[in-house]
């Protein structure tokens, strides 16, 4: 299955795509030019990575098999098509980025030994990866004993600032509460049926959204329930929303267990024009295995939708499409992915070197910024986590969805009062 990924660029990229390069504007980096002088190895990596006069090794990992594939495979090629991008503009620190994937397998011990060996065998200077909130927690250890640097994509519950992860995806302010407080002033809503995967994001998002529906809006619960990974079978859940009849069906079903999920909810005959469903965990790269027939006129907040309107974006998915093929879509947790190579290299040109310590505290100045993100204006907060905009979209019948509502621009917040 194919995925396209954005480019973020100016309008004559698909001129430097004619003569073979893939290139982005200056504006998105914060360091001087990659064609300057190569400083010496020696100078710049002084705790033993994997870095020659001319490369840098990275890591990928994420779930290429198992039933997170259908979410994790766009986020890969993403972060590939940001390394060949700045491999086309010259690479970091005069060294061109190299390469070395492994597959979670959608098995959170295979995430933490992968990472283990990425880290200890293959020196990597950073890693771009994980998706779900349990292979995250699974490889955090690894990462925080061989001090390494992990760029996670994927929009999460929060509760969480590691020295060693840099978090491009939104927590828990900047979609959980965003999310409710629209859904409860657009649609009137009062009543709400929860309804997520069992693993520690969905029942930590859950615990975080009823928090919030009883204390702060004034609302009720009116049923909570979970499904294992890959599961397949709603049925039950589904008479039971029947029976109780809520406001929104509130959804963090994640992987392939949506395709299930949104096909039985049609086949009940639970659609939007008599259900209003928002959910948290489905993007475009989902969609594209459920088919928009089975969600049209539901809705997602995400950060990011394929479908933006900005010169950035057009950009983006163009290069994407280009890299991987005219039917590849992209996804919230796509583009987060992308935007994970390129602050790594604003922080080690900030640096002036790929040791970890120093990437971490230039990182933690507050001054690394990607203006021309497709996304948007993002910068990068001083706990690790981006600024960002949270926007609803409803999905229509062709997979793509309308944006029908955008944030300011939020600060991260992971450990917000009263929801811990």
Not at 113 to 129: H, I, M, N, P, T
Not at 257 to 278: D, E, H, R
Request: aromatic share 10%; net charge positive.
């Amino acid at each position: 299955m194919k995925y396209s990924r954005y480019r973020t660029g100016p309008n004559s990229l698909r001129r430097f795509f004619v003569k073979g390069l893939m290139a982005l504007p200056a504006t998105i980096f914060l360091s001087a030019s990659c064609f300057a002088a190569s400083p010496s190895t020696a100078e710049i990596n002084t705790t033993g990575l994997a870095i020659t006069d001319d490369t840098v090794t990275v890591g990928i990992l994420h779930s290429l098999t198992g039933t997170m594939a259908i979410s994790e495979t766009g986020a890969q090629e993403a972060e590939k098509l940001a390394i060949k991008q700045i491999n086309d503009m010259g690479g970091i620190l005069g060294r061109k980025i190299e390469i070395i994937q492994e597959d979670g397998a959608s098995d959170w011990p295979t995430f933490a030994e992968k990472s283990r060996k990425l880290l200890v065998k293959d020196k990597v200077a950073a890693v771009f990866g994980a998706w779900t909130s349990a292979s995250r927690k699974a490889v955090l250890p690894v990462f925080e004993k061989e001090n390494g640097l992990l760029y996670y994509p994927t929009f999460y519950e929060g509760l969480e600032q590691s020295k060693n992860v840099i978090y491009t995806g939104q927590e828990a302010t900047q979609q959980i509460l965003d999310g409710l407080n629209w859904v409860a002033k657009e649609k009137k809503a009062k009543t709400f049926y929860l309804i997520g995967s069992d693993y520690i994001w969905p029942r930590t998002s859950m615990k975080i959204a009823r928090k919030h529906i009883e204390n702060v809006l004034g609302g009720r619960v009116v049923g909570e329930e979970y499904k294992p990974l890959g599961n397949t079978q709603f049925g039950s859940v589904i008479n039971k929303i029947r029976l109780k009849k809520p406001d929104v069906i509130y959804a963090a079903v994640v992987g392939g267990s949506n395709v299930a999920w949104f096909k039985q909810l049609k086949a009940a005959g639970i659609t939007s024009k008599k259900q209003t469903l928002l959910t948290i965990s489905v993007t475009e790269d989902e969609v594209l295995g459920i088919g928009g027939e089975n969600l049209e006129g539901f809705y997602s907040i995400m950060k990011y939708f394929q479908s933006l309107e900005n010169e950035n974006n057009k950009a983006f998915v163009a290069a994407f499409k280009e890299m991987w093929g005219k039917d590849s879509v992209i996804g919230d947790v796509t583009q987060a992915a992308y935007l994970g190579p390129w602050l790594w290299k604003a922080a080690v040109e900030k640096a002036g070197s790929f040791d970890v310590d120093k990437i971490v505290a230039a990182s933690e100045a507050g001054d690394i910024e990607l203006k021309t993100a497709p996304e948007g204006y993002v910068k990068l907060h001083k706990n690790h986590h981006l600024w960002s905009v949270a926007r609803v979209g409803k999905w229509n019948k062709d997979g793509q969805a309308t944006v029908v509502y955008e944030s300011k621009l939020l600060e991260p917040d992971p450990f917000p009062a009263g929801y811990q």
